[in-house]
């Protein structure tokens, strides 16, 4: 099924998206984005999330062994009342959640394990609502957990490098926000039939989310689409992170067969960005020519 158009986030939308409906809810799938070649290229060719000072927006510092990458800026997880904090923080995605791990964490792991190992490696404020917001601690504008030099070479985040060594999906040991980007479900519709949503599966676009006033630049270049396998089965964990289990069970036998269907003609497309939409304020159309005023 094909939509020329669906209000709400994206305007306009792609062009190649199927529907599949699953508990009262319709899983809009981007087919271009979710068959695509896209992978993160962290250390090679990433350019980090933050332009460098004076530089225009989508304009970026050249990749460097020590780049931040995502991790320029720190993740905050999720919002909760009081009561949440306390009774479901460890199945949240919350400090808690992740904090048996990060003891778990070994000196060759983190770049900054002192100060981990002595517990500062996380902020929480409460506001007047009694809402919560846990931080991770910066050290050089970038998160805590990031390595960005020392002599094992282990650059990146010392969480995923955890969860190497202990043999376990990287979705367990970090932040969910950190383990899905770029991976995207956003909510276009509320009350459908029944009161269900219809949500949009996509790659997060560089003009959206948290990097949207900095430039998040990885899903425009050509230099991310260079994996060998699609990004619904690359992405998987990210997905089924994002989505929950039985979504993406249920929405992964259709990708699998649009890919058995039409996947000859879709890799014709490979090794180059797709199209993610253009933002709600962007211009629909461009200026009328001075005749057709």
């Known amino acids: 099924m094909t939509f020329e158009h669906l209000p709400g986030l994206y305007q306009p939308l792609p062009d190649e998206l199927v529907i599949v409906r699953h508990g009262g809810d319709e899983y809009v799938l981007d087919v271009v984005a979710l ?19 004076g530089e225009g927006l989508g304009r970026h510092r050249p990749a460097d062994p020590s780049v931040a990458g995502c991790c320029r800026v720190t993740p905050s997880y999720q919002l909760a009342t009081a009561e949440v904090h306390q009774a479901d923080a460890l199945q949240a995605d919350s400090p808690l959640r992740v904090q048996p791990f990060v003891r778990d964490l070994q000196p ?9 190992a002595a517990g500062d490696w996380y902020v929480e404020t409460q506001d007047e609502r009694g809402i919560w917001d846990s931080r991770h601690v910066e050290v050089g504008g970038n998160c805590i957990f990031l390595n960005t030099e020392g002599p094992t070479g282990k ?83 990210e997905y089924t992170t994002l989505l929950g289990e039985d979504v993406y069970a249920a929405v992964l036998p259709t990708l699998d067969e649009i890919w058995a269907e039409r996947g000859a003609r879709l890799k014709r497309n490979w090794n180059k960005p797709v199209a993610l939409g253009m933002p709600a304020w962007a211009k629909k159309d461009p200026d009328p020519a001075p005749g057709d005023l």
């Open 35 to 53: 068959t695509s070649n896209y992978q993160c290229i962290y250390g090679r060719g990433c350019q980090g999330v933050t332009p460098a000072t």
């Open 108 to 116: 060759d792991e983190a770049q900054h394990h002192a100060q981990i």
């Open 155 to 237: 650059l990146g985040c010392s969480l995923h490098h955890l969860a190497l060594r202990l043999g376990v999906d990287p979705k367990q040991t970090r932040p969910m926000i950190c383990h899905v980007e770029p991976a995207a479900a956003f909510v276009i519709a509320d009350g459908l039939d029944g009161g269900g949503r219809r949500v949009l599966v996509t790659l997060r676009p560089p003009w959206f989310g948290w990097f949207a006033s900095d430039g998040y630049f990885c899903t425009s270049d050509p230099a991310a689409y260079s994996a060998s396998e699609p990004v619904f089965r690359r992405m998987a964990s």
